[in-house]
C-alpha cells in the first residue's frame, strides 16, 4: 500500500470515529433509554453502506479506505459489546439480549440490502 493510502486511512479514520461520536451524542439526546439506540443506527447504517460497497464490487485502495478505513472506524463492535454487558450489569438481561438480537439481525438485513441495492448500480 502506497504512502497516500496510508494517509487516506488515517484521514478517513478519524472522520469515521467523528461522525460515530456526533451521531450517537445527536441519538443519544433525542432518544432517552436505557437501549444503546445510536450504537445500533450506527452499526445497521455502517452494515447498510458496507453492503453498498460489496454490491458495487469496490475493491483494492478504494475498498480499503471506504470499507476499512471511514467504516470500520465508524461502526463498532466493541462498544455495542460492552453496552450489551452493562445492561446485564443493571440486571436488564432481556434488554441485553433484545440489543444483541436486534443487531445481528437487522444488520444482516442492512447489510444485504446493501448489497443488493449495489449490484443494481
Known amino acids: 500500500m502506497s504512502v497516500w493510502a496510508w494517509i487516506g486511512v488515517a484521514l478517513l479514520g478519524g472522520c469515521g ?6 451521531l450517537d451524542g445527536a ?16 452499526n445497521v447504517s455502517g452494515a447498510l453502506l458496507l453492503g453498498l460497497l460489496a ?7 478504494a ?3 471506504a470499507g476499512t478505513a471511514t467504516l ?11 453496552e ?4 446485564t450489569e443493571d440486571a436488564d ?13 437487522v444488520g444482516i438485513g442492512a447489510a444485504a440490502l446493501g448489497h443488493a441495492i449495489g449490484a443494481q448500480l
Open 17 to 22: 470515529a467523528i461522525a460515530r461520536f456526533l
Open 27 to 42: 441519538i443519544g439526546q433525542r432518544v432517552r433509554s436505557d437501549f444503546p439506540a445510536g450504537t445500533f443506527a450506527i
Open 55 to 61: 454490491g458495487i464490487a469496490l475493491s483494492g485502495t
Open 63 to 65: 475498498l480499503v479506505l
Open 72 to 82: 470500520g472506524s465508524y461502526t463498532t463492535f466493541s462498544t455495542w459489546m460492552l
Open 84 to 87: 450489551s454487558h452493562r445492561l
Open 93 to 105: 438481561v432481556r434488554g441485553a439480549a433484545l440489543n444483541v438480537a436486534l443487531s445481528v439481525l
